[in-house]
């Protein structure tokens, strides 16, 4: 059942504003594409930072509980939900019982926290046999034109909270081994829609920066107050709607370029603490097996001895 909101509260600016942007509606829509139905299950999101994604997978039904780091994200979510299904958290540790969750959703966190694969030995302590994980992370590459912009424009890294820029498929499967099996995964969210979402940051941010005193905030987070003071300024943004709607079909006729962000669909087996087993050269078999061709392993040279040059 949807929720009624006052037209002037926070809560009713954030669905307003939810659907004038692209990002977030794509993150929602990739997250729905690998989420179970949840009716009758019980479901934790992670990292839900306003509410607004959050509020949308509860319409799909199930008992959902919501936990976040950020002072502010809680407040929001708390006039969203309640008190009683929103919680602070510390870092990689849950404060649930063993087998609590059918599903958990992290959205945007693990970018966040310096042990993320302790993080996801909790996750996989909260989760039942069967149960579901799900997780959207940013999509890092070598060479990234939007973050190169993003630096020029000071939206960096630090002053979003992050502790690193994101994750490769690979990344994941490295933290995750011990205990889950990746069963699904998507990029999506292409370059011309961030170029835009980009400025629309900036913008943002330049407004409410010098009234914000939320040191754990990640990234542009507004509360009633700024919602309040800056409506006529979100009133102009949704004038780039169409701009950004041009921008998503840009982004479908050049398929082929990095998208950045990544969401997958993991599965918990029993955790066992598992080695990494290192090529000759120093890496790992993911890199080997990712970056040269079948069969080309055997043929590395090996730095310590000269028996693969001997004649």
């Known amino acids: 059942m949807q929720a009624q909101f006052n037209p002037d509260s926070a809560a009713a600016w954030q669905v307003r504003l939810f659907k004038k942007s692209l990002t977030k509606q794509a993150?929602?829509?990739?997250?729905?594409?690998?989420?179970?139905?949840?009716?009758?299950?019980?479901?934790?999101?992670?990292?839900?930072?306003?509410?607004?994604?959050?509020?949308?997978?509860?319409?799909?039904?199930?008992?959902w509980v919501s936990v976040d780091s950020s002072n502010k994200a809680i407040s929001s979510m708390r006039d969203l939900f309640g008190e009683d299904s929103v919680f602070k958290i510390e870092g990689a540790e849950l404060p649930f019982e063993d087998s609590s969750f059918d599903t958990i959703?992290?959205?945007?966190?693990?970018?966040?926290?310096?042990?993320?694969?302790?993080?996801l030995k909790d996750c996989h302590r909260c989760l039942k046999d069967g149960g579901e994980l799900l997780i959207n992370v940013p999509h890092i590459k070598s060479f990234s034109v939007i973050r190169g912009l993003r630096k020029l424009l000071k939206l960096t890294d630090e002053k979003?909270?992050?502790?690193?820029?994101?994750?490769?498929?690979?990344?994941?499967?490295?933290?995750?081994?011990?205990g889950f099996d990746i069963v699904e995964s998507h990029t999506y969210s292409g370059f011309f829609?961030?170029?835009?979402?980009?400025?629309?940051?900036?913008?943002?941010?330049?407004?409410?920066?010098?009234?914000?005193?939320?040191?754990?905030?990640?990234?542009?987070?507004?509360?009633?107050?700024?919602?309040?003071?800056?409506?006529?300024a979100f009133r102009i943004y949704s004038l780039l709607y169409p701009f950004l709607l041009i921008a998503k079909l840009l982004d479908k006729l050049?398929?082929?370029?990095?998208?950045?962000?990544?969401?997958?669909?993991?599965?918990?087996?029993?955790?066992?603490?598992?080695?990494q087993v290192m090529m000759r050269d120093g890496r790992s078999i993911a890199d080997a097996t990712i970056n040269t061709k079948i069969?080309?392993?055997?043929?590395?040279?090996?730095?310590?001895?000269?028996?693969?040059?001997?004649?």
């Open 160 to 178: 979003h909270g992050h502790v690193r820029p994101g994750y490769r498929l690979r990344d994941l499967y490295e933290i995750s081994k011990n």
């Open 193 to 232: 829609v961030e170029f835009i979402d980009t400025w629309i940051q900036y913008a943002g941010g330049s407004m409410t920066e010098s009234d914000s005193d939320d040191s754990d905030s990640k990234g542009l987070m507004l509360d009633q107050k700024d919602l309040r003071k800056f409506a006529k």
């Open 105 to 119: 959703v992290v959205i945007d966190y693990l970018e966040h926290i310096h042990d993320d694969a302790a993080f």
């Open 295 to 311: 069969g080309s392993a055997a043929n590395l040279t090996d730095p310590k001895n000269n028996r693969s040059s001997a004649s």
């Open 254 to 275: 050049f398929f082929f370029t990095c998208n950045h962000a990544l969401v997958i669909k993991a599965r918990p087996r029993p955790w066992i603490e598992r080695k």
């Open 27 to 63: 993150k929602l829509e990739n997250l729905q594409r690998f989420l179970s139905p949840s009716e009758g299950r019980t479901c934790l999101d992670v990292g839900g930072d306003n509410g607004v994604i959050p509020y949308m997978l509860r319409r799909n039904g199930g008992m």
